[in-house]
């Protein structure tokens, strides 16, 4: 975990801009910014539409509240950028995924693009900022390398590789064994997790997590493998107490302490 300095701030420990959200999924804005606060990130940010703020806020008042063009304006404020969380495939979000990477791509913040962000990545040639993580399920993964599900599957490596080859980032490719590949094509292969991750929202989550670790100024490639871990582990955990069935998204961030804790 990174080090935490006893004289320090919440400016000492990252700030993180999350643009996520549409109207049929405000609860990808909720896990994906509160998981990024439980991971020890000083200061989050959500970017969203008013309705997603005024429900997202209710639940989390510890968060920052931006409209999606104050977030453009302020973007530079932020040192990690999180973007396309349950935030739907419009004309708007597609407009908006482009702006975000225009505005980050001669920085060095790190870039994390889950879900609709990679659904759009997958429609539109633009080139990645250098330290951009991508974090892709096997159906997502096809879009990006224009194959199907199955050849993605039948390889998992060899598809991770490939996906960084093409856009020259990190990739977290989800599975049951989730693979982690960096520009050297270096792989780690995460053995945790169970069955209680299968559910709608762990990838917010997820993404969630690496961002909170990148802001606290972990490499992306090291942010995204203990990501992965604290996020799995943690599903090991509740999976004794609640079982596999039971488990909800929510559950993981408020419970991330128990995986962290193993790690003292």
Do not use: W
Not at 32 to 41: D, N, Y
Not at 57 to 74: C, F, M
Not at 149 to 157: A, G, N, P, Q, R
Not at 165 to 170: E, F, G, L, R, S
């Amino acid at each position: 975990m990174p080090a935490r300095k006893q004289n320090s701030n919440k400016g000492t420990f990252g700030k993180v801009l999350n643009f996520s959200g549409s109207k049929n999924y405000i609860g990808a804005s909720y896990l994906s910014t509160v998981s990024v606060l439980r991971t020890g990130a000083g200061y989050v940010a959500l970017s969203a539409d008013k309705n997603i703020i005024s429900a997202v806020s209710n639940l989390l008042p510890e968060a920052v509240y931006l409209s999606r063009k104050d977030g453009i304006k302020n973007i530079d404020l932020f040192n990690t950028i999180l973007i396309g969380c349950g935030l739907g495939q419009n004309y708007q979000s597609k407009r908006l995924f482009k702006s975000v990477l225009q505005k980050t791509t001669k920085t060095d913040k790190c870039l994390i693009i889950d879900a609709d962000g990679l659904n759009i990545l997958a429609k539109i040639e633009i080139k990645l900022p250098p330290n951009t993580i991508i974090t892709p399920h096997p159906a997502e993964a096809a879009r990006l390398l224009g194959c199907t599900i199955k050849e993605v599957l039948s390889d998992i490596e060899s598809s991770a590789r490939k996906l960084v080859q093409k856009y020259n980032c990190i990739v977290v490719l989800k599975s049951h064994n989730t693979i982690i590949c960096n520009q050297n094509l270096d792989i780690y292969i995460n053995k945790h997790g169970n069955s209680a991750l299968a559910k709608a929202g762990t990838g917010d989550v997820l993404a969630g997590i690496i961002s909170g670790l990148a802001a606290q100024g972990m490499p992306a490639y090291e942010a995204s493998v203990l990501g992965v871990y604290l996020h799995s582990r943690t599903g090991e955990i509740l999976s004794e107490k609640y079982t596999e069935y039971s488990i909800l998204a929510s559950d993981i961030p408020n419970n991330l302490y128990l995986a962290i804790k193993e790690l003292d």
